[in-house]
Protein backbone atom coordinates (compact mmCIF):
# COMPACT_ATOMS: atom_id res chain seq x y z
CA UNK A 1 0.00 0.00 0.00
CA UNK A 2 2.93 2.51 0.55
CA UNK A 3 4.50 1.97 -2.55
CA UNK A 4 1.08 2.57 -4.09
CA UNK A 5 1.18 5.60 -2.63
CA UNK A 6 4.56 6.90 -3.80
CA UNK A 7 3.78 6.13 -7.31
CA UNK A 8 0.51 8.55 -6.75
CA UNK A 9 2.73 11.33 -5.23
CA UNK A 10 4.94 11.04 -8.07
CA UNK A 11 2.17 10.67 -10.77
CA UNK A 12 0.93 14.02 -9.30
CA UNK A 13 4.02 15.60 -8.87
CA UNK A 14 5.98 15.16 -12.15
CA UNK A 15 3.67 17.09 -14.65
CA UNK A 16 3.75 19.65 -12.32
CA UNK A 17 7.72 19.94 -11.83
CA UNK A 18 8.10 19.72 -15.73
CA UNK A 19 5.24 22.59 -16.07
CA UNK A 20 7.11 24.68 -13.01
CA UNK A 21 10.38 26.19 -12.79
CA UNK A 22 10.28 29.13 -14.82
CA UNK A 23 13.43 30.63 -13.25
CA UNK A 24 15.47 27.37 -14.37
CA UNK A 25 14.68 27.32 -17.49
CA UNK A 26 14.29 31.54 -18.44
CA UNK A 27 17.13 33.02 -16.07
CA UNK A 28 20.03 32.76 -16.47
CA UNK A 29 23.50 33.98 -14.92
CA UNK A 30 26.55 35.91 -16.93
CA UNK A 31 28.32 33.80 -19.13
CA UNK A 32 31.23 31.18 -17.81
CA UNK A 33 35.15 33.77 -18.46
CA UNK A 34 33.11 37.00 -18.60
CA UNK A 35 35.72 38.62 -16.68
CA UNK A 36 37.89 38.47 -19.63
CA UNK A 37 34.49 39.15 -21.87
CA UNK A 38 33.93 42.82 -23.41
CA UNK A 39 30.05 42.47 -23.60
CA UNK A 40 27.96 39.73 -22.59
CA UNK A 41 24.07 39.13 -21.48
CA UNK A 42 22.38 37.75 -18.65
CA UNK A 43 18.81 37.98 -17.18
CA UNK A 44 18.85 41.14 -14.99
CA UNK A 45 15.27 41.49 -14.06
CA UNK A 46 13.78 39.48 -11.24
CA UNK A 47 10.20 38.94 -12.77
CA UNK A 48 10.64 35.74 -13.03
CA UNK A 49 11.67 34.63 -9.71
CA UNK A 50 9.01 36.65 -8.28
CA UNK A 51 6.26 34.74 -10.26
CA UNK A 52 8.30 31.28 -8.71
CA UNK A 53 7.66 32.49 -5.24
CA UNK A 54 3.80 33.73 -6.03
CA UNK A 55 3.85 30.44 -7.45
CA UNK A 56 4.86 28.57 -4.49
CA UNK A 57 2.70 30.99 -2.33
CA UNK A 58 -0.91 29.50 -4.24
CA UNK A 59 0.70 25.89 -3.95
CA UNK A 60 1.08 26.37 -0.05
CA UNK A 61 -2.10 28.14 0.19
CA UNK A 62 -3.40 25.15 -1.91
CA UNK A 63 -2.67 22.68 0.67
CA UNK A 64 -4.13 24.38 3.57
CA UNK A 65 -7.62 24.50 1.48
CA UNK A 66 -7.30 21.05 0.88
CA UNK A 67 -10.68 19.58 0.75
CA UNK A 68 -11.77 16.26 2.41
CA UNK A 69 -13.95 15.50 -1.08
CA UNK A 70 -11.18 13.85 -3.39
CA UNK A 71 -10.27 16.12 -6.50
CA UNK A 72 -11.04 14.30 -9.92
CA UNK A 73 -8.72 15.04 -12.64
CA UNK A 74 -8.44 13.55 -16.19
CA UNK A 75 -5.41 11.84 -17.74
CA UNK A 76 -5.41 10.09 -20.72
CA UNK A 77 -9.46 10.39 -21.24
CA UNK A 78 -10.38 9.26 -18.24
CA UNK A 79 -11.38 10.66 -15.08
CA UNK A 80 -9.55 9.73 -11.71
CA UNK A 81 -9.72 10.98 -8.05
CA UNK A 82 -6.86 12.56 -5.81
CA UNK A 83 -7.40 12.07 -2.04
CA UNK A 84 -6.64 15.35 0.38
CA UNK A 85 -3.68 14.01 1.39
CA UNK A 86 -2.19 13.42 -1.97
CA UNK A 87 -4.06 17.05 -2.90
CA UNK A 88 -1.68 18.26 0.09
CA UNK A 89 1.26 16.31 -0.58
CA UNK A 90 1.22 17.68 -4.32
CA UNK A 91 0.50 20.87 -3.99
CA UNK A 92 3.58 21.16 -0.73
CA UNK A 93 5.95 19.37 -3.40
CA UNK A 94 5.20 21.74 -6.29
CA UNK A 95 5.68 24.64 -3.94
CA UNK A 96 8.75 23.50 -2.96
CA UNK A 97 10.10 23.02 -6.59
CA UNK A 98 8.84 26.82 -7.19
CA UNK A 99 10.68 28.01 -3.84
CA UNK A 100 14.09 26.18 -4.96
CA UNK A 101 13.49 27.86 -8.51
CA UNK A 102 13.00 30.90 -7.12
CA UNK A 103 16.29 30.55 -4.94
CA UNK A 104 18.16 29.71 -8.25
CA UNK A 105 16.45 32.45 -9.99
CA UNK A 106 17.67 34.92 -7.46
CA UNK A 107 20.85 34.23 -7.33
CA UNK A 108 21.40 34.35 -11.09
CA UNK A 109 19.65 37.83 -11.38
CA UNK A 110 22.02 38.83 -8.58
CA UNK A 111 25.15 37.41 -9.99
CA UNK A 112 24.75 38.54 -13.41
CA UNK A 113 23.92 42.25 -12.21
CA UNK A 114 26.95 41.70 -10.07
CA UNK A 115 29.43 41.13 -13.13
CA UNK A 116 27.85 44.00 -15.16
CA UNK A 117 28.41 46.52 -12.53
CA UNK A 118 31.49 44.69 -12.83
CA UNK A 119 31.84 44.96 -16.69
CA UNK A 120 30.58 48.84 -16.25
CA UNK A 121 33.96 49.33 -14.26
CA UNK A 122 36.02 47.67 -16.08
CA UNK A 123 35.35 49.57 -19.10
CA UNK A 124 35.57 52.95 -17.43
CA UNK A 125 38.62 51.66 -16.43
CA UNK A 126 39.94 51.36 -19.51
CA UNK A 127 38.70 54.40 -21.26
CA UNK A 128 40.52 56.06 -18.29
CA UNK A 129 43.92 54.79 -18.81
CA UNK A 130 43.24 55.34 -22.61
CA UNK A 131 42.32 59.09 -22.37
CA UNK A 132 45.87 60.98 -23.16
CA UNK A 133 46.58 63.21 -20.29
CA UNK A 134 48.43 66.72 -20.50
CA UNK A 135 51.44 67.63 -19.48
Known amino acids: MEAQLIIRYLALALPLVSASSCSLVFVHGPPSGYEQMDSFSCTESRVVPVLDIVGAGSSVIGAMTAEDE ?7 GSLFAVDRETQIVGSLLFGAVLTASAIVGFRRVNHCRAAQEELVRRSEELAWQSTPRSR
Do not use: D, V
Request: hydrophobic share 30%.
Open 70 to 76: PGLFEEG
